[in-house]
C-alpha cells in the first residue's frame, strides 16, 4: 500500500515537472509534423519485385495545416506512394538495399497536393530505410 502511494505521488511530480519544462522559451517551436511509419514499398528488377524496402516518411506541415485532417489523409497517400513506386524503380544501387532520397520524396511531394490538398505539406523528410532482406536483387 506504501509502496503504491510512493509511486502515484512520484507520478504527479514527473508530470508537474514535465509542463513546468513546457514553459514558453525564447528558442522558435518546431513546425508540426507527422510520420508515416513503415511503408513497404517495392524493389522491382527486370520487371519483378526482388525485395521490398520499408520507409518512415516524415511529413512537415505548413502552419495553417490542420494536423488531424493531414493523418486522416494518410492511407491514401500511403497507397498512392505505394502504387507509384510499382510503377517508378527507385532503388539507387544494383543491390537494391536502399532508395534514392531525393526521388522519393520528390514523389510524395508531387502527389502531396491533390492527395492531401495543396501547401498543406511544407516539406517531405525520409527517417529511416529498412529492407526486407539484406542480400540484395543480385543474390536473391
Do not use: W
Not at 503504491?4 to 511530480?13: C, E, K, P
Not at 536502399?98 to 511544407?122: K, N
Amino acid at each position: 500500500m506504501r509502496r503504491r502511494d510512493v509511486l502515484a505521488t512520484s507520478l504527479i511530480l514527473a508530470g508537474t515537472a514535465g509542463t513546468a519544462a513546457a514553459a514558453p522559451s525564447s528558442e522558435p517551436a518546431a513546425p508540426p509534423s507527422t510520420n508515416m511509419l513503415g511503408v513497404g514499398l517495392p524493389v522491382i528488377a527486370g520487371g519483378r519485385v526482388r525485395n521490398y524496402i520499408f520507409v518512415t516518411l516524415r511529413l512537415v506541415l505548413a502552419p495553417s495545416a490542420d494536423m488531424a485532417a493531414v493523418r486522416a489523409k494518410e492511407p491514401f497517400l500511403r497507397d498512392g506512394l505505394v502504387r507509384a513506386a510499382h510503377r517508378t524503380p527507385l532503388p539507387t544501387a544494383a543491390d537494391g538495399l536502399s532508395f534514392d532520397p531525393a526521388r522519393l520524396t520528390g514523389m510524395v511531394t508531387r502527389m502531396a497536393p491533390t492527395v492531401v490538398g495543396r501547401g498543406l505539406i511544407a516539406r517531405v523528410e525520409v527517417a529511416s530505410q529498412a529492407p526486407r532482406r539484406r542480400t540484395g536483387i543480385r543474390g536473391g
